[in-house]
């Protein structure tokens, strides 16, 4: 089978991967679901989502350095054994060695591969040079600024001169200016085509990195992560952030994720309810939204919220997600609008927005369940565990201690529930226990 | 090899004097060298020479600096089979998780088992094993200076590797570094800082064992090596005073100057393995390190490692990284690990046979004496570990709030707690005799001598760790004396307190043998309790009782590790740490 369909021009693939994680005490937890992915040769892939949707895990798979619970990882063809040979790998954390200087990082990848001395002198200076840190030699990490070690980074991927560089997030801990610079510098690597590496992908949550770099864009859905959709991306290089066809790619990404991470058509409401998952979002967080959204009229585009106050977007949709599963606001297509129990909220005395926030808390299946067991429980408490297995049970795809956290989280907020870390028991507010 | 800043005027004098030193540095260095190597030729003479179990040692204080030097061997030689041992003890431990579970546990017991425990068998069989040498006996005493240095530093390594960065790991997964590149240049760099510091208090922790270490009774066999702890033995035994000061002198010197010339070295070239970045640690110096730097003789040798280091790179084969190569490798890896698993419960399973063989000949009535004993010894630890932390308290804050005061007392507090506190024992048993307190509260001030300092340590660095901000918000809020005490200081360094609490106890249960038990002035001392009836039952070659002793210690030790300071621990963690 794979023999025949073999295609030259494909480099690498994952064919129906899945990915399970051992969850202590539960069901696996599953992270990746039907991925299907091929890389081919002279292209930039990019991968989209949210933070917790996989993406550094099928770059991870790809690499060789974990398997997939299911499915196929195929390399030229053939299954891949072990690790990738053909790649770089470029880290978030740029995971440099502190104890080598910048040459001995990069020479230490080429030392390990056997090479002649000479020639690792050789292609190592060769690489620092191509990354623009010639004079920075002899220094240590600790000594340059992040932009500097990403370079280094780099340099360390190109000095083996492989086939594709992988990067993860390869520019968000670096400064915007310096990061806008890296951008540019690496399509320059890549761009001729005779020359190694023949392709990129990278992983990102920088909706307009990613439309000024990748020819095809994987848009990925979180819990689990699934390949929503992927965007071709045919603008010509070099590209201009602020070129017509750029800014209408953008929006169209804008369109896909908030169709998908924020779905205007309520889920079918049959007669019987079933748990609502909640989005991890702190209390205070969707009270700030709020407060947000009051000073600014009652409405705004989501994705001009995450850019105004410099956050990923995907924790604005996920603050976004919890409020209006608490019915604080709406969002017809992808803008957020205070509704009128979200408004009563914001105007509300301190007092007042507890109560509206614990009253909203209770619509919700996972709290009145629990509110019932603490009505039956002895002491009036029940254990972390007990919840941890209510969780599990109604939300068996959801990372059921994260769940717990946020019903914590909320419940604290809306002082309804107290929570004992120490005994970890949890047990009705003194105040809902006052109001009886 | 250092760059000092070019001085403004005379760069050409500048230049002649900077020779003229490292001149002067090469000419000190190699007569050092010289001195070395004639102290070596006497110590393998020593070591090969006939056995002598009981060396006859010299008083005169012209006799110490060769003493000295035989101990400082015998310590120096003891720490280098700990770093052997805890590289392949703790990297073992680290890579295989079902040996993980043999080894952590088992280090545990080790760690808890006195000198006195190890020094019946390895004497025994050393001894038998060289009957006519002098090889035998000079290594069982090295190697019962081992069993008081290795066990910490083990712990370090397994815990440094444990907690080694995962993109760390990755990057040498995809560099395809093998076994060797990855140990050079990702996990001993991880483990150094570490290993650094449970290296200083390994060697202290040695040296107070030393003058068990070098003289012991075994049933009707006595043994006695040249070296300082001997020299202590007979000094204390004759009452000659000015001997016993001679040799507390030639100890403090032999302290200073391992610290000024090993240790200090050490610690500020391994800050180049600090992982965090932020530079809040203030600069270490060293002047050894700057002289060591400015020699022309360490420069040319440094060249020719890097020459050889070259040449070795070029006759290194071209090394495809094949993946059925890797995994043939991996599972003969695998395969010699289960062998040596097998081998290791073979061991124990051995070992806990001869122990209940022993076990058998103790009757009940013993059992119930060692119980009743290991209760009194289990009093003294604790209260040995309060007293200790009422003053340490107070003493560490002091020292930790005020940069003036830890810049001053740090260092002389590094030395003072290196000393080997047995050795100070007889001054404080004359002081306790002539007071009239009787031994049985007396070791409570022995095990005090030697582990308080782990509480002060410990709280010193808690408090140099308090936020600066906190401190300024409770002067803001005019938070009174007593009241900061309680809701900032305390909480803030609770932490860093347990730590000391529990290498404290460790400590006191250790030395419990040399305080319940003290010679003194050709009597002999004892207060009922576990550690006294480990040092009689091994002077006395009673077997059984030793065995069953040692036995209760470690079983209590380990009890109460696991069911009182690792839930302190806990505590401390969720509770009161800083960094969460």
Redesign the interface.
Known sequence: MTEENRDPEILCELRHVDKEFDQAGGPPLRVLQGIDLAVHTNEVVALLGPSGCGKSTILRILAGLTTPTRGEVLDHGKPLDGLNPGIGFVFQSFALFPWMTVSRNVEAMLEARGLPKGEVTERAARAIQVVGLSGFEEAYPRELSGGMKQRVGMARAFSLEPEMLFMDEPFSQVDALTAESLRAEVLDVWAPKDRNPKSIVMVSHDIKEVVYMADRIVVLDAKPGRVRTIVENTLPRPRDYRSPGLLQLVDRLHDIITGMEMPDVAEAQGTDRVFEPLPHAGGGEIEGLLEYLDARGGREDVFRIAADIGREYGQIITATNAAELLGLVETPHRTVVLSSEGSRYVKASPAGRKAIFREKLLELLLFENVRLALGRAEGKRVDRDYVLELIALNLPSENFEATFETLVNWARFGDLFSYDDTNETLELSEEVLALG | MTTRPAPVFGSASSFLFGSARKLWVDVALLSALGGVVFGLTRLAAEWTGALRPVFEIDLSPWALPYYAFLSLSRGLAAYALSLLFTLGYGYWAARDRAAEKILIPALDILQSIPVLGFMPGLVLALVATFPTSNVGLELASVIMIFTGQAWNMTFSFYHSLRSI?R??Q??A??????FW?RFR??DL?SA?IGLVWNSMMSMAGGWFFLMVSEAFVLGDRSFQLPGLGSYMSVAVARGDRPAMGAAVVAMVLMIVLLDQVLWRPVVVWAQ????D?S?QAAEMHSWFLEVLRGSLLVAALKRRAARMA?RL??I??????A?RR??NVARMVQVASIGAMIGLLLLLGLGSVGLFRLFAKVDGASWRGIGWAAALTLGRVLLATILGTLWAVPAGLAIGLSPRLSRVLQPVVQVVASFPAPMLFPAVVAVLAAAGVGLGWGSVLLMLLGTQWYVLFNVVAGAMAIPADLREAARIYRVGTWKRFRVLYLPAVFPYLVTGWVTAAGGAWNASIVSEYVSFQGRELAADGLGARISVAASSGDFPALAASVAVMAVVVVLFNRLVWRRLHHLAE??FSLSR
């Open positions: 960065p993109d760390f990755e990057v997964t995809l560099g395809r570094f093998g590149e240049w990702v760099p150094a180049k393995f600090r992982v970045e530079g070259l790179g070029r290194r084969p071209e090394r495809p990284a993946p890797q995994r969720q509770r």
